[in-house]
C-alpha cells in the first residue's frame, strides 16, 4: 500500500511540474491601448522577428490581454510595439525568461511616432 501512495504522489508532482512548464513565454499587455503589432528584435540589433500579434485569435492584444510569444529564446530584447492608429514605439532592452511573462506598460514605450 505504501507503494502505491508514493507512486500516486509522484505522479501528481510530475504533472504539476508540466503544467507549469508547459506555459511558454507570454506578453501581458499593460498599456492603455491595443496592440495591433509585437515585433522582437535581439537588444541592439534592429533584426526585426514575425509579427507576434499573428498568434492571437483576433490578431490583437487587448489592454490586460496575454499574447503568447513563439520562436524566442531567452534573453535580452527589444520590442517594436504599433497600435491601429498607426503609431509604433519601442520599448529596449527586455528580459524575456523561459516559460515566464513578461510585461510593458505605458511608462515603457520609447520613440514613439506616427
Request: glycine share 8%; charged share 30%.
Amino acid at each position: 500500500m505504501r507503494w502505491i501512495l508514493v507512486s500516486i504522489a509522484l505522479l501528481l508532482t510530475g504533472a504539476d511540474e508540466v503544467a507549469a512548464a508547459g506555459k511558454g513565454i507570454r506578453l501581458w499587455n499593460l498599456t492603455t491601448a491595443t496592440i495591433s503589432g509585437f515585433q522582437l528584435s535581439p537588444a541592439g540589433k534592429n533584426e526585426w522577428g514575425p509579427n507576434q500579434t499573428l498568434n492571437d485569435k483576433d490578431k490583437e492584444v487587448d489592454h490586460d490581454e496575454r499574447l503568447r510569444i513563439t520562436g524566442v529564446e531567452p534573453g535580452r530584447y527589444d520590442a517594436k510595439v504599433s497600435y491601429r492608429e498607426s503609431k509604433q514605439c519601442f520599448v529596449r532592452d527586455i528580459e524575456i525568461k523561459s516559460d515566464a511573462v513578461f510585461s510593458i506598460s505605458d511608462k515603457d514605450l520609447k520613440e514613439c511616432s506616427k
